[in-house]
């Protein structure tokens, strides 16, 4: 199934070129809150409440011309792998990989979904691009091994990890607001058995700019989750970004952004630096104490 926001947060399953409206039949009744219907949906299978739609009674609405949004709004956190691809590791020149870096955190509302803007903060600090297979958990995992992680994933999307190219902490430079476009939809994990052999794609203003298979991922997709779940609890609706191959590169105001992904889907967004302002005048640093006279 392809799970999709749309209509200010209904849920949809698409059925060819149709949307159907399964709102109340996946995720009960409203209201939803901030994480939305899917999230509702997927913590009520992780607690054994299986819904199977019933799409023949149910509204549809013509899937071309309807703006989708982000299925997971608010996740309840994001979790990136950092330098996940060897060639990725060459381009940045890094010495260590996520096998010594371990993941890291990015905020759970920089989230935006397809169509929608990023935002660059900064007009003299590079925010690049990096196109990269989303995971979302579907189950509480806690210290599960590689072999039965797979069987903790509802599904996958399209995810864009940006990233200002400073010297700020990672957490920092990746939570932006806006910095995690993901989607269009969320693909059930019956219909990927292997994400660990997906090809993937980022266009930026129209050229490829990364192109690889998830195969070359160093960290594949169950090692990420035993290695995450070690560490932390991943709860359903929780969210991995996977790490992103060689490509990474600046975006510019009207650029758009595509992540295209083997049998998971396509993400366009676009990029918006009209309030950008330059990274020497960000705010919070104390100002010089004034000499006494
Ligand atoms: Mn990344």
């Known amino acids: 199934m392809r799970l999709a926001l749309f209509g200010h947060g209904r849920l949809g399953v698409i059925d060819g070129d149709e949307l159907v409206d399964v709102t109340e039949q996946l995720a009960g009744p409203g209201p939803y809150g901030p994480a939305g219907p899917l999230h509702r949906h997927i913590e009520q299978l992780a607690a054994g409440k299986v819904h199977q739609p019933d799409l023949t009674t149910a509204p549809r609405t013509p899937l071309p011309g309807t703006a989708l949004e982000a299925p997971l709004p608010l996740p309840g956190k ?17 010495t260590t990989s996520v096998a ?3 993941v890291f955190l990015k905020a ?3 989230v935006i979904g397809p169509g929608q803007d990023i935002v660059l903060p900064y007009d003299d600090k590079r925010t690049d691009q990096e196109g990269e297979l989303g995971v979302v958990i579907g ?6 091994t590689a072999d039965e992680a797979l069987s903790y994933v509802f599904g996958y999307t399209c995810l864009l990890d940006i990233t200002v190219r400073s010297d700020e902490d990672r957490s920092t430079r990746k939570s932006f607001d806006t910095f995690t476009p993901i989607g269009p939809w969320i693909v059930t994990a019956d219909e990927i058995p292997d994400p660990d052999a997906l090809d ?5 203003g129209g050229t490829t700019r990364q192109r690889t298979n998830t195969a070359d991922l160093i960290f594949g997709v169950r090692e990420l989750i ?5 560490v932390m609890t991943l709860y359903p609706g929780d969210v991995i970004a996977t790490g992103t191959p060689a490509g990474v590169g600046p975006l510019g105001h009207g650029d758009r952004v595509v992540v295209d992904i083997e049998r998971v889907g396509r993400l366009e967004v676009g990029v918006d630096a009209s309030r950008a302002t330059p990274y020497g005048r960000r ?3 104390r100002p010089a104490p004034t000499p006494p006279n």
């Open 139 to 144: 189950r509480t995992a806690s210290h599960v």
């Open 78 to 94: 994001i979790v990136g792998a950092p330098v996940n691809y060897l060639d990725h590791k060459a381009e940045m020149e890094y």
């Open 283 to 285: 705010p919070g640093r």
């Open 200 to 204: 993937l794609r980022c266009d930026v």
């Open 108 to 110: 759970n509302s920089s």
């Open 226 to 230: 035993a290695y995450t779940s070690s």
């Open 100 to 102: 010594e870096l371990g």
